[in-house]
């Protein structure tokens, strides 16, 4: 029966969110994050864990190496935690030392590639990656491109960013690797190891984490823990929008008249390294991608250019886009066992989307049309359900949310909830869409099938708990990792006054 296998999937996005943050931020506790440094949930400042050296300390609140002056993040082989992984830096130049460390699934055929991505401060000239299938029978990959992307600099800062794509793997076969200078040993990664996808037609269970909304700041501090801790529980990641919150780096009475877009994003992506160097790391374009906007970027011509228009979310990520005809990480597909993913874009490139642009005179989107290519993608996936039975479509903006609804259950567009629907609905109705992951609302929710803002009861349980074979889309929200403007508290009786005949997951989780 196909529904068990999702749920299964959808009851990890369940026990991910609840570990996050137990209560609401809101109006008040961002004021007091503002005043505090970030510290938005009143968590102990204490929570530090002592690594094996017994000098520096990985500290949990500003993810960091403390001291900074004398430590930072160098992991080696056998490191399964952050703590471990902080270590005494020497006086020499790091600024070609690998670092960010992120993997996603490449390749035209399902687990024969894998993209591996890493940066550097400085431009390393002749970058290579190395693979075999065991730890020290590693072998330079001479076959594969290494692009290079640098999005900003200034004249104090430059990110390199490096994307390989290695191929030529066998499904669900484990490979070791490092990556870094072909010349110069002291600046090439120490190794680490990946699982490549399952092929096609592999119908064994599988579970995938989900979550969307996350960021760096105290409410994120139990889900950045639990998500370290996932290698080996889980086939991969899928983090459907709302990435690192960089944009919201001057939202601290320190941070408010500085630049410090790029400390945040960088700060994310090696706080999750220790997973990310192992796992799959499939992310979903959100509108807190789109830019920066603090002072400092809005008072600079400069910053407004290179920032805007998604240009980091783009250059720091290589998802499987030129494998399945998408638009850079915008919108994409992938298959995976017996699942069809299709990740879309709710921030750009269809009729009335979302501008996400704070007194920016840039134009936002113009990636291409998401919209042929949802329906060609979706067409060509229903038609290959004999091989992949399941298709899963990931989305940032939610179409059902009781955040945005009427007293007849249609959406509203406080969320732009009715343009992504009016957008993208009929399509999912069309090609019978089993799954939609949906963030930005800070909750979790799950719905029954729902279509045209009906719920359709066929094949539901009871007790509302089993859906089996059933006639339209379930639509989940997950956008509840955590973030530093806080989660939304359930209010029962519902308000605004959403009819709630739809809603199954919400007394569940709150």
């Given at each position: 029966?196909?529904?068990y296998?999702?749920?299964?999937?959808?009851?990890?996005?369940?026990?991910?969110?609840?570990?996050?943050?137990?209560?609401?931020?809101?109006?008040?506790a961002?004021?007091?994050?503002?005043?505090?440094?970030?510290d938005?949930?009143?968590?102990d400042t204490?929570?530090?864990?002592?690594?094996?050296?017994?000098?520096?300390?990985?500290?949990?609140?500003?993810?960091?190496?403390?001291p900074?002056?004398?430590?930072?993040i160098?992991?080696?082989?056998g490191?399964?935690t952050?703590?471990?992984?902080c270590?005494?830096?020497?006086?020499g130049?790091?600024?070609?030392?690998?670092?960010?460390?992120?993997?996603?699934?490449?390749?035209?055929?399902?687990?024969?590639?894998?993209?591996i991505?890493w940066?550097s401060?400085?431009?390393?000239?002749?970058?290579?990656?190395?693979i075999?299938?065991?730890?020290?029978?590693?072998?330079?990959?001479v076959?594969?491109?290494?692009?290079i992307?640098?999005?900003?600099?200034?004249?104090?800062?430059e990110?390199?960013?490096y994307?390989?794509v290695v191929?030529?793997?066998k499904?669900?076969?484990e490979?070791?690797?490092?990556?870094?200078?072909?010349?110069?040993?002291?600046?090439?990664?120490?190794?680490?190891s990946?699982?490549?996808?399952?092929?096609?037609?592999?119908?064994?269970?599988?579970?995938?984490?989900?979550?969307?909304?996350m960021?760096?700041?105290?409410?994120?501090i139990?889900?950045?823990?639990?998500?370290?801790?996932?290698?080996?529980?889980v086939?991969?990641?899928y983090?459907?929008?709302?990435?690192?919150?960089?944009?919201?780096d001057?939202?601290?009475a320190?941070?408010?008249?500085?630049?410090?877009?790029?400390?945040?994003f960088?700060?994310?992506?090696?706080?999750?390294?220790?997973v990310?160097?192992?796992?799959?790391?499939?992310?979903v374009?959100?509108?807190?991608?789109?830019?920066?906007?603090?002072?400092t970027?809005?008072?600079?011509?400069?910053?407004?250019?290179?920032l805007?228009?998604?240009?980091?979310?783009n250059?720091r990520?290589?998802m499987?886009?030129?494998?399945?005809?998408?638009?850079?990480?915008?919108?994409?597909?992938?298959?995976?066992?017996?699942?069809?993913?299709?990740t879309?874009?709710?921030?750009t490139?269809f009729?009335?989307?979302?501008?996400?642009?704070?007194?920016?005179?840039q134009?936002?989107?113009?990636?291409?049309?998401?919209?042929?290519?949802?329906?060609?993608?979706?067409?060509?996936?229903?038609?290959?359900?004999?091989?992949?039975?399941?298709?899963?479509?990931?989305?940032?903006?939610?179409?059902?949310?009781?955040?945005?609804?009427?007293?007849?259950?249609?959406?509203?567009?406080?969320?732009?909830?009715?343009?992504?629907?009016?957008?993208?609905e009929?399509?999912?109705?069309k090609?019978?869409?089993?799954?939609?992951?949906?963030?930005?609302?800070h909750?979790y929710?799950?719905?029954?099938?729902?279509?045209?803002?009906?719920p359709i009861?066929?094949?539901?349980?009871?007790?509302?708990?089993t859906?089996?074979n059933p006639?339209?889309?379930?639509y989940?929200?997950?956008?509840?990792a955590?973030?530093s403007?806080?989660?939304?508290?359930?209010?029962?009786?519902l308000?605004p006054?959403?009819?709630?005949?739809?809603i199954?997951?919400?007394?569940?989780?709150?």
């Amino acid at each position: 029966m196909r529904v068990y296998a999702v749920f299964e999937v959808a009851t990890l996005v369940c026990a991910i969110s609840s570990v996050a943050v137990a209560k609401s931020a809101g109006f008040k506790a961002l004021v007091k994050n503002f005043f505090h440094g970030g510290d938005a949930t009143g968590s102990d400042t204490s929570d530090r864990t002592n690594t094996d050296d017994r000098t520096c300390l990985y500290d949990w609140e500003s993810l960091t190496c403390q001291p900074e002056s004398k430590c930072s993040i160098q992991y080696t082989f056998g490191d399964v935690t952050p703590s471990q992984a902080c270590r005494i830096t020497d006086s020499g130049d790091h600024t070609k030392t690998p670092q960010q460390f992120h993997l996603a699934f490449a390749g035209t055929e399902p687990g024969t590639g894998m993209a591996i991505s890493w940066t550097s401060f400085a431009e390393e000239d002749a970058p290579g990656v190395w693979i075999g299938t065991a730890p020290d029978k590693l072998v330079l990959d001479v076959d594969g491109a290494i692009d290079i992307v640098m999005y900003y600099s200034d004249k104090k800062y430059e990110l390199y960013n490096y994307h390989a794509v290695v191929t030529g793997l066998k499904p669900y076969t484990e490979y070791f690797y490092k990556v870094g200078s072909e010349t110069e040993p002291k600046f090439q990664s120490a190794v680490s190891s990946f699982r490549t996808a399952r092929a096609i037609g592999d119908k064994r269970p599988m579970i995938v984490a989900v979550y969307g909304d996350m960021g760096t700041e105290a409410n994120s501090i139990a889900t950045n823990k639990y998500v370290n801790a996932l290698t080996g529980k889980v086939e991969f990641i899928y983090h459907i929008g709302d990435i690192s919150y960089a944009d919201n780096d001057f939202l601290t009475a320190k941070t408010a008249f500085g630049f410090f877009y790029e400390e945040l994003f960088n700060k994310f992506m090696n706080s999750l390294t220790n997973v990310m160097r192992h796992l799959a790391y499939m992310v979903v374009v959100g509108n807190h991608e789109a830019e920066c906007h603090s002072p400092t970027c809005l008072l600079s011509d400069s910053k407004q250019r290179q920032l805007g228009n998604y240009s980091a979310y783009n250059a720091r990520f290589r998802m499987p886009s030129p494998e399945s005809n998408g638009a850079l990480n915008m919108w994409y597909s992938f298959d995976y066992g017996s699942v069809h993913f299709t990740t879309i874009s709710s921030e750009t490139d269809f009729p009335n989307h979302p501008s996400n642009a704070y007194l920016s005179k840039q134009t936002y989107g113009n990636f291409g049309n998401q919209l042929a290519w949802l329906e060609a993608d979706l067409k060509a996936a229903n038609g290959n359900r004999a091989l992949v039975p399941w298709i899963v479509v990931g989305m940032h903006r939610p179409i059902y949310t009781i955040r945005s609804c009427d007293a007849n259950g249609v959406p509203t567009n406080e969320y732009e909830s009715l343009k992504v629907q009016k957008a993208f609905e009929s399509l999912f109705i069309k090609y019978q869409v089993d799954l939609v992951y949906q963030g930005h609302v800070h909750a979790y929710e799950r719905l029954f099938p729902t279509a045209d803002s009906k719920p359709i009861m066929d094949g539901v349980s009871m007790d509302g708990t089993t859906y089996t074979n059933p006639k339209a889309p379930v639509y989940v929200v997950a956008g509840i990792a955590g973030n530093s403007e806080g989660l939304y508290q359930f209010k029962d009786p519902l308000s605004p006054p959403c009819h709630d005949d739809w809603i199954s997951g919400w007394s569940r989780a709150r």
